[in-house]
């Protein structure tokens, strides 16, 4: 059934333009999926160490403003490559 929608696709449209539509959606799952991993670990450390938690929490901060620049930046490529 997905092959046959996607193939339904394929031929709506280029190629190109079915491959960064799934570029994007990877590149903001694998966001998503890294920012809960950092969220994850910076939790399970202020667990431990409660008397850290502000420096933790600004660590997680600026690791996750990196990936969701990163993100931001292959989703922009994945839709001007869609609309160019």
């Known amino acids: 059934m997905l092959a046959f ?3 339904q ?3 709506g449209a280029a190629l190109g333009k079915v491959g960064a ?3 994007a959606a990877v590149a903001a799952i694998a966001a ?3 920012i ?4 994850q670990s910076t939790m399970e450390s202020i667990a431990r ?3 850290s ?3 933790l929490r600004t660590s997680m901060i600026i690791a996750a403003s990196m990936i969701e620049g990163a993100a931001l930046f292959a989703i922009i490529v994945c839709v001007l490559t869609m609309v160019l």
């Open 9 to 11: 696709a394929a031929a």
């Open 53 to 55: 938690a502000g420096n």
């Open 21 to 23: 539509a799934i570029g």
């Open 36 to 39: 809960g991993k950092i969220g």
């Open 32 to 34: 998503a999926l890294g």
């Open 49 to 51: 160490q409660p008397e």
């Open 5 to 7: 929608i996607l193939l």
